[in-house]
């Protein structure tokens, strides 16, 4: 039986549940009765449908394939939803899971143990996948969103804006902070339907400085480690300066992670990880706007 799967779901719709579901091992699947709490009628989102949520989350599944068959299973729904319900001995023939964790685990509780409840109005920057928002909102917080992508839910204390924050339509000195988490090192590269940009992370820095109170507060986390540009910008210290130029770094923190544990770590043992398809350090941000 299909886990979340309604039985009145269309064949169509089941389809598209399996192969949703099956394929997304980074994010959470949340559905049904849980919604209709936080639903509106003007969200993208059913929630009578297999329509699915998604949020990055710091502990997941991953896969690891032991036979290239395997890889052509992975991508067949219809073969996967047998093998992984109807043949376990086959299934873990071909598959090793393993429970991992990502810098959420230390990203979020971050921000958490650094914002005042007298903060003032906040803006979480890419926010889509993210659930500060509706934390920070449930706890009474003015919080405002923004994202090319629109954002999955609602709440009375927050207020969401589709749009780049490489051109976002705020006026200065709008915002008292500005939560920035694993967003920056994304920008311009078009990967979630924003608009390819070679200078889409300075932009956005520079946004950013225009939109954030000059007593505001910029928290933010960036990949760190050996300098590299793939899937994502990471950062050594004298490139994270040089992004953070208009901004006096009033907190620097480095988090490595060994296996799927977490800890703090001093920049001699970040400066050389290799984080550019994995983030294996993160490097903690709280600045301020440098005085003009």
Not at 151 to 157: A, D, G, V
Request: aromatic fraction near 12%; hydrophobic fraction near 40%; proline fraction near 6%.
């Amino acid at each position: 039986m299909l886990p979340c799967c309604l039985p009145q779901a269309s064949a169509r719709r089941q389809k598209e549940f399996i192969k949703t579901y099956y394929t997304n091992f980074e994010s959470v699947c949340i559905k049904g009765d849980s919604l209709i709490a936080l639903y509106q009628p003007d969200n993208p989102i059913d929630p009578t449908s297999t329509n699915m949520l998604e949020f990055n989350e710091p502990i997941t599944w991953k896969v690891k394939y032991k036979h290239k068959i395997g890889v052509r299973v992975f991508n067949n729904p219809f073969l996967k939803q047998f093998i992984f319900y109807r043949a376990p001995r086959l299934r873990d023939r071909l598959y090793d899971w393993f429970v991992s964790t990502n810098e959420r685990i230390v990203e979020n509780p971050w921000v958490h143990s650094k914002i005042k409840i007298e903060e003032g109005s906040i803006i979480d920057v890419g926010c889509y996948s993210s659930k500060l928002p509706l934390e920070l909102a449930s706890l009474g917080l003015e919080v405002w969103g923004i994202d090319v992508r629109r954002y999955q839910l609602t709440h009375p204390n927050f207020s969401f804006v589709q749009g780049n924050i490489c051109n976002s339509p705020f006026p200065s000195d709008f915002f008292d902070t500005v939560i920035a988490v694993s967003v920056i090192e994304h920008m311009g590269r078009g990967d979630y339907g924003d608009p390819v940009n070679e200078h889409g992370e300075s932009d956005a820095m520079e946004e950013i400085h225009r939109i954030l109170r000059n007593d505001g507060t910029l928290m933010m986390s960036v990949p760190f480690g050996k300098k590299a540009v793939g899937w994502w910008s990471v950062y050594d210290l004298a490139s994270l300066k040089q992004l953070l130029s208009g901004f006096e770094i009033k907190e620097l923190t480095f988090i490595k992670k060994e296996g799927e544990n977490w800890r703090p770590a001093s920049v001699d043992e970040v400066e050389n990880v290799d984080s550019a398809y994995e983030a294996k350090a993160v490097a903690l941000i709280l600045a301020q706007p440098k005085k003009e």
